[in-house]
């Protein structure tokens, strides 16, 4: 089993920026990938941004190109998300999840494990 916990959410200003951080335990030698969700209210839980366990590729949605990087920190077992420039409809609360595969990519049902999400609020 792999245990995710993430943090760094809040409110925000648009305009402003945000870095979450995604912690995890465990089994951490089954994840192939990491990716981050984003899930507002009364809306389907999408795709923001996964990258490596090695660290060595990344993948965005569109919406975020530009202005979030994801990034990994070896030592600690941990995924970060840097969110700049951000936009009242980013509200939502943001889920960190690893996949066990290559074929994890930019979709839930590819992910094997997920963390208890944080939310992020941006005010206009």
């Known amino acids: 089993q792999v245990q995710l916990v993430e943090s760094g959410g809040g409110l925000v200003q648009a305009g402003d920026s945000l870095r979450l951080s995604c912690a995890a335990s465990?089994?951490?030698?089954?994840?192939?990938?990491m990716g981050w969700f984003r899930q507002a209210p009364g809306k389907e839980r999408e795709f923001v941004a996964a990258?490596?366990?090695?660290?060595?590729?990344?993948y965005y949605a569109d919406s975020v190109k530009g202005r979030f990087t994801i990034s990994r920190d070896n030592a600690k077992n941990t995924v970060h998300l840097q969110m700049n420039r951000l936009k009242p409809e980013e509200t939502a609360v943001y889920y960190c999840?690893?996949?066990?595969?290559?074929?994890?990519?930019?979709?839930?049902?590819?992910?094997?494990?997920w963390g208890q999400g944080t939310q992020v609020t941006v005010s206009s």
């Open positions: 990258i490596s366990w090695s660290g060595d590729s990344t």
């Open positions: 999840a690893a996949g066990k595969t290559e074929w994890a990519r930019d979709r839930r049902y590819q992910y094997d494990y």
């Open positions: 465990g089994r951490t030698a089954s994840i192939y990938r």
